[in-house]
């Protein structure tokens, strides 16, 4: 490939994960818990999702390098659309791929309500909560911290993990 080329293909990669991420968010809520989902792309949400007991604004977060920021703007444009769109239980879902450290790559979901996504950060786990008001989410060696929070708390975290066990399919 041209150089241009490759760079047009890396300039896109971001937003293509990130809708894979929304996309994929979708299916896994309707397909394992029931959820009718419904894509909204609005400041605060991208997705809306709701079941007999629950009804979530969610913002997809998708993190494919070694952290991401979610701003307390974010944050308040969230809570915002979901008093706005019936009194929502704002939640935040986050898509982690690794794939740099060995073939075998690893999808992995978690998915927070807003208010124990809070309770939660600053325990070790790769997510801090900033003196401004932002969460850093790193992404990397915080799966196993995050994976034993989700097995410890999976009442109310939600957690898939998709695992490529053979081939190099990422070359």
């Not at 991208?46 to 979530?56: K, P, V, Y």
């Amino acid at each position: 490939m041209t150089d241009k080329i490759e760079q047009e293909k890396a300039g896109r990669l971001p937003k293509q994960f990130g809708d894979f991420g929304e996309n994929l968010v979708m299916w896994w809520l309707g397909q394992f818990f029931d959820y009718n989902v419904a894509l909204v792309d609005h400041e605060g949400a991208d997705i809306i999702a709701h079941n007999q007991t629950e009804r979530l604004a969610i913002s997809v977060k998708s993190i494919h390098r070694a952290s991401t920021i979610f701003d307390v703007h974010n944050q308040v444009q969230l809570k915002k659309f979901a008093k706005n769109f019936g009194d929502l239980t704002p939640a935040v879902a986050f898509v982690f791929a690794d794939y740099e450290k060995s073939q075998n790559a690893k999808l992995d979901i978690f998915l927070f309500s807003l208010k124990d996504f809070d309770l939660l950060c600053d325990k070790g786990i790769g997510i801090k909560h900033k003196s401004n008001g932002d969460y850093e989410i790193q992404n990397g060696a915080q799966f196993i911290h995050l994976k034993k929070l989700a097995d410890t708390y999976d009442t109310i975290i939600k957690h898939l993990r998709l695992q490529q066990i053979k081939g190099n399919w990422l070359k």
